[in-house]
């Protein structure tokens, strides 16, 4: 299915809508938030065709629609097509680097907090040479809605044991990596996204930086938030 300009803007709303309010997004909260130049039936219209596309679904009969993979992916790659503007707080993240100095243990721990406080994820440093993972965020993440099922946090407890078996094979490059539900290759990760980034730390270390959370994610902060980790790098 071709997504027409009219049907990308709705499911961009979509997608946006979900991830900040965590439920179903209905036709007519659509037509009221965003004032869209087209009646309420000719929204509906478009967003069964978008259902049937397999874009968004509807978990209940009388719910509104939820994105799928496919639909955050359409999301996703438009992203990544656009110019994403440079994460807010970059003097925060540049304090950060002065203030560990040399100390690469020191660095990683006050930078994946950081992270992982403003993205709302678990953040994982992986030190290359020294094969060592640095974690934060457990405590964000398990504030997300989606870990109020049980069973979800056994799932995501062992995509990460996956990840740091398999982060190799992955083959993580300088660019921005992104798994969303069932393109991870691993196991019970249908819930969940993963970024990924190789960057170059300062002397002469190397790593992988990683936000691993629920589908639901803010993509357009989270890539923000790593380009601007990287270009930040550049200068150190």
């Known amino acids: 299915m071709t997504i027409t300009e009219r049907q990308g803007e709705i499911l961009n709303r979509i997608v946006e809508d979900y991830i900040g309010l965590a439920q179903p997004i209905s036709s007519e909260f659509l037509e009221k938030k965003h004032k869209f130049s087209v009646s309420p039936a000719t929204i509906r219209i478009e967003m069964q065709r978008l259902t049937d596309g397999g874009f968004i679904f509807q978990p209940h009969t009388s719910a509104g629609r939820v994105p799928t993979d496919k ?55 992986n030190l290359l040479e020294r094969d060592f993972f640095w974690k934060e965020g457990w405590e964000e993440i398990l504030r997300e809605p989606e870990f109020e099922e049980k069973d979800l946090i056994s799932h995501f407890t062992k995509l990460l044991e996956s990840f740091e078996e398999n982060i190799e094979n992955l083959k993580i490059n300088s660019g921005i990596k992104i798994y969303i539900g069932k393109e991870n290759p691993f196991s019970k990760t249908k819930d969940f996204s993963i970024i990924s980034s190789r960057c170059h730390l300062p002397e002469g270390e190397e790593g992988i930086i990683s936000l691993l959370g629920p589908k639901r994610m803010a993509y357009d902060r989270n890539i923000s938030l790593i380009n601007s980790f990287k270009k930040i790098l550049e200068k150190f």
């Open 71 to 125: 639909g955050y992916r359409f999301f996703v790659d438009n992203l990544l097509k656009s110019e994403i503007s440079e994460f807010e707080d970059v003097f925060e993240i540049e304090d950060i680097f002065q203030k560990a100095g040399k100390d690469i243990f020191k660095l990683a721990s006050r930078l994946t907090k950081f992270l992982a406080e403003e993205s709302s994820s678990l953040t994982i440093l």
